[in-house]
Structures are given as structure tokens and as C-alpha cells.
Nanobody, 112 residues
Framework: VQLQAYGGGLVQPGGSLRLSCAVS????????MAWYRQAPGKERELVAR???????DYADSVKGRFTISRDNARNTMYLQMNSLRPEDTAVYYC???????WGPGTQVTVSS
């Protein structure tokens, strides 16, 4: 199983980005998928997760601003990020807990 995250970039505070995570090598409908992030000098933290029936959970710091979703038919997960703040700057990773699969990450930088 391979995960590839893309969609990161440089955005001004208050802006939006949409991350995508494409899963290849398996058509299994994994029970859970998640986004994590790691800022410089900090530990990796859970941002959001989504189950295969659409249930979602979010870190308090992103509630109301980020939306996680998945398209099982396309084997892809998304993270819509709105009202971005400088403290959202990090490398964002997609993750499948079952099997502990990780993608290589995509950089998100929020700066004016």
C-alpha cells in the first residue's frame, strides 16, 4: 500500500488549501484514514480522521476550519483547510492506522 499526499503550498493567513491523499496498491476500504501534521521542533499530531462510514474527528485547534472527507470509489482522502493561520504551518501526512501506512508528506506554509 502506498500513500501520496499533495496539494500543499504557500498561502497567506486567512487563505485556503485542499490536500489530497491518493491510496494505491489496495482497493480495501480501510476502516479509518487520518491526517497528521508535524511543525518544526514539535511532535507529530493528529489533525483529523475519517471512518469508512463517514464519521469524523478533529483536533480542537482545527475544528470549524478544516474538513476531512474521503471518496472510497477513488481511493482518495481530502483535507479542506480554510481560515489558515501561521500556526498551521507544518508538513502534513496522510495515514492509514490499519497497517500503519504513511505517505511522504506535503508542506503547508501559512505566511504573509
Amino acid at each position: 500500500v502506498q500513500l501520496q499526499a499533495y496539494g500543499g503550498g504557500l498561502v497567506q493567513p486567512g487563505g485556503s488549501l485542499r490536500l489530497s491523499c491518493a491510496v494505491s496498491g489496495s482497493r480495501y476500504n480501510f476502516p479509518s484514514m487520518a491526517w497528521y501534521r508535524q511543525a518544526p521542533g514539535k511532535e507529530r499530531e493528529l489533525v483529523a480522521r475519517v471512518s469508512n462510514n463517514g464519521r469524523t474527528d478533529y483536533a480542537d485547534s482545527v475544528k470549524g476550519r478544516f474538513t476531512i472527507s474521503r471518496d472510497n470509489a477513488r481511493n482518495t482522502m481530502y483535507l479542506q483547510m480554510n481560515s489558515l493561520r501561521p500556526e498551521d504551518t507544518a508538513v502534513y501526512y496522510c495515514n492509514i492506522p490499519l497497517g500503519s501506512y504513511w505517505g511522504p508528506g506535503t508542506q503547508v506554509t501559512v505566511s504573509s
